[in-house]
């Protein structure tokens, strides 16, 4: 991964799977069976919306590391 952003990873009863978001990239979110396989896709949904934000001509967020949910 090129860059070293914050994921959260958790478990969706409703969607019977575990979902791993990344807050700093808008939307930027995968799922997987497995807490692994989770973190797997979400690895390349990462590398996937930098690679389109940087056709579009898009800016991209710089880490800024661990988020404080209150």
């Known amino acids: 991964m090129d860059r070293k952003y ?4 958790y ?4 969607d019977d799977t575990f979902i791993a978001e990344v ?3 808008a939307g930027c979110m ?3 069976a497995t ?10 949904i990462i590398h ?3 690679e389109t ?8 967020p ?3 590391g661990r988020l404080h949910y209150a």
Do not use: M
């Not at 914050?6 to 990873?9: A, D, G, L, Q």
């Not at 692994?36 to 690895?43: K, R, T």
């Open 6 to 9: 914050e994921i959260i990873i």
């Open 11 to 14: 478990w969706s009863a409703e």
């Open 23 to 25: 807050p700093e990239l």
């Open 30 to 32: 995968a799922d997987g």
């Open 35 to 44: 807490y692994q396989e989770a973190l797997q896709n979400v690895e390349v």
């Open 48 to 50: 996937e919306w930098i």
């Open 53 to 60: 934000a940087t056709q579009l001509g898009r800016s991209i």
């Open 62 to 64: 710089k880490p800024k």
